[in-house]
C-alpha cells in the first residue's frame, strides 16, 4: 500500500471517530448558545476541546507507531 493511501485510511478514521465523539458529547455544558428571534448561534466550546485532545492523541499514537 502506498503512502497516500495509508494517508486516506487514517483520515477515514479520524472521521469517524469525531462522528461518534459528537454523537456521544453533542452539547456540553460550555458550549454556547444564543437565541434571539429566529436566529441561534451555537458554539461548541467544550466540544472542540475535547475533539481536539482525541486528535492530538490519535496522531501521538500513529507518530509513535510509525
Given amino acids: 500500500m502506498t503512502g497516500f493511501g495509508k ?3 487514517v483520515i477515514g ?9 459528537w454523537s456521544i458529547f453533542g ?3 460550555g458550549d454556547l448558545s444564543f437565541k434571539k428571534g429566529n436566529v ?8 472542540s476541546i475535547i ?3 482525541v486528535l492530538s492523541l490519535i496522531f501521538y499514537f500513529i507518530g509513535k507507531i510509525r
Avoid: A, N, Q, R
Fill in 27 to 29: 452539547k456540553l455544558p
Fill in 40 to 47: 441561534t448561534f451555537y458554539f461548541p466550546i467544550m466540544t
Fill in 51 to 53: 475533539v481536539s485532545i
Fill in 13 to 21: 478514521i479520524v472521521f469517524i471517530v469525531i462522528g461518534l465523539l
Fill in 7 to 9: 494517508i486516506f485510511i
